[in-house]
């Protein structure tokens, strides 16, 4: 299975999932802590976290799948939203909790 295989399967297999540098519980960068403090704020307590310090290739992969350079990414029911600057964005104008609902 190849690396874009089984990003696909994780996009498509949970309804909220962040790729990021470290854990939900121990973000290992001011950014995935954001996002992670963004979700939480919107009220998900439950998303899948997929830690890509730990995986090189997903690490990579990620940045290819979604054609976006940095980490952390969003995805929501399978669909690509953003990093941390487009999640505070879209925290702040009331979107992402709709799109969260």
């Known amino acids: 299975m190849s690396v874009h295989d089984i990003i696909d399967q994780q996009v498509k297999g949970h309804?909220?999932?962040?790729?990021?540098?470290?854990?939900?519980?121990?973000?290992?960068?001011g950014f995935s802590a954001n996002a992670v403090k963004i979700?939480?704020?919107?009220g998900v307590t439950d998303f899948y976290?997929?830690?890509?310090?730990?995986?090189?290739?997903?690490?990579?992969?990620?940045k290819e799948y979604a054609n976006w350079p940095t980490i952390p990414q969003l995805?929501?029911?399978?669909?690509?939203?953003g990093g941390s600057d487009i999640m505070t964005e879209l925290y702040q104008n009331g979107e992402l909790k709709q799109m969260l609902a």
């Open 15 to 29: 309804p909220v999932v962040l790729y990021m540098k470290g854990s939900p519980d121990f973000p290992q960068c």
């Open 39 to 42: 979700l939480k704020a919107c």
């Open 49 to 62: 976290g997929v830690d890509v310090l730990q995986n090189p290739d997903i690490r990579q992969g990620i």
């Open 75 to 81: 995805y929501i029911k399978g669909e690509f939203v």
